[in-house]
């Protein structure tokens, strides 16, 4: 008789989960040669000298043991202090969980707090990392749609609730749209929080590369419930070295302690002291130029007659091509062929992400000048 071979079998939620779409496109778009990749949110300058010589400077004192699971006392001291000044209220170091990236902490939230079949209400368009940690959670994320400025669209929140929900999940500034969710929407969100008694978990990735009011405070009632995920990757062009934090009430501390210790361990210690400098230097610069390029970037695209919601944070653009009668995947494949220039489309983020592309202006000028030109001689071409 014939034996059968054993083979192991793959968690279902794995087997249906997708390669990071993102970087799909993005190599997708890469081997078709364009001149100009607007695809990653990759910050163009490399990490300041400052931080690499911290790092550096740690290596050589020796800190390359284990270090403690939930970080650094010194880094979550400052991290406390930080969120205390963007918040509006009091977070103790103990709150602060030191993690491998925003994605991890993403990860830690969902495996740490959900259980699965749970149900999470999210954005769409979002980040799709998002639906990757809600995945492994195997937690069903329900779509709600934001409107033309942004904001969540409360009766279809409300009607998406059932008796699975156990989480609401934002983004703020929104990936893909750049847009900033207001005073009001956060006060409408804390509160079905808080009347179906559920977490809200906040990405703030991009919080301190925004230049509108962010308006987290008003968050302060309802601070029980509040969990903030943050990176270093944007703000410091850290993208490389993978660090983030988690700063949450104290009632789930020990939960996201235990899953972050099982996942990582722990994050690197030169890592965290490199952090430690990091938090020392100046961010209005690089906010400053990241506003720029993305007003510049929004108004070309309206010129050009790609309809695009003004962005108020982040460095991305999420123009609508509708009028030019392409789908978004046809949009992004021609234009990286014809015209050079790589965008990721909308899709990627979401249903109500089709009919758009993303354009990630976080590259140096003299590019995004050539990529936005070509846009328009080959969108002229084409009509």
């Known amino acids: 008789m014939k034996r059968k071979e054993a083979i192991m079998r793959i968690h279902e939620e794995v ?6 779409p993102i970087r799909a496109w993005t190599q997708r778009l890469h081997d078709l040669g364009p001149r100009a990749e607007l695809t990653l949110g990759e910050p163009a ?12 400077a740690a290596l050589r004192q020796g800190l390359t043991h284990y270090p403690p699971a939930a970080g650094l006392k010194s880094l979550r001291e400052l991290l406390a202090e930080r969120e205390k000044a963007q918040r509006g209220w009091r977070f103790r170091p103990e709150q602060i969980l030191i993690t491998d990236g925003a994605q991890e902490a993403l990860a830690v939230c969902c495996l740490g707090l959900l259980n699965p079949g749970d149900e999470v209400l999210v954005t769409d368009p979002g980040y799709p990392g998002t639906l990757s940690a809600l995945a492994l959670a195997s937690a069903t994320p329900v779509f709600f749609p934001l409107d033309a400025q942004g904001q969540p669209e409360f009766a279809a929140m409300e009607r ?20 900033i969710l207001s005073a009001a929407t956060w006060t409408q969100l804390a509160a079905l929080a808080e009347k179906q008694d559920l977490a809200l978990i906040v990405d703030a990735a991009y919080e301190q590369l925004s230049w509108k009011p962010l308006n987290f405070k008003a968050l302060r009632p309802y601070r029980h419930r509040v969990i903030f995920i943050g ?13 983030g ?27 965290q002291q490199a952090a430690c400098t990091a938090l020392t230097l100046p961010v209005d610069p690089w906010r400053q130029t990241v506003a720029e390029q993305s007003e510049y970037s929004w108004q070309r695209l309206n010129e050009i007659g790609l309809t695009c919601p003004q962005p108020e944070g ?35 983020f979401g249903q109500h992400g089709a009919g758009h592309v993303r354009l990630s202006v976080c590259t140096d000028r003299q590019t995004l000048d050539w990529a936005l030109d070509q846009i328009e001689k080959w969108i002229k071409a084409d009509g």
Not at 15 to 20: A, C, D, E, Y
Not at 231 to 243: C, E, I, N, V
């Open 314 to 348: 982040s460095f991305y653009c999420f123009p609508s091509i509708v009028s030019t009668g392409l789908t978004s995947e046809q949009f992004a494949l021609r234009l990286a062929e014809q015209a050079g220039v790589a965008v990721l489309p909308g899709t990627l």
């Open 15 to 20: 087997r249906k989960m997708p390669l990071s």
């Open 160 to 179: 998406a609730v059932s008796v699975k929900t156990r989480a609401i999940l934002v983004a703020s500034p929104n990936n893909p749209t750049g847009q």
């Open 45 to 56: 300058q490399s990490t300041d000298p400052r931080i690499g010589e911290a790092a550096a």
């Open 231 to 243: 990176s270093f990757s944007k703000t410091y062009a850290m993208t490389g070295w993978r660090l």
């Open 245 to 271: 934090w988690i700063s949450a009430p104290r009632r789930w501390g020990e939960a996201l302690l235990k899953t972050h210790q099982a996942l990582v361990s722990g994050v690197a210690g030169f890592v």
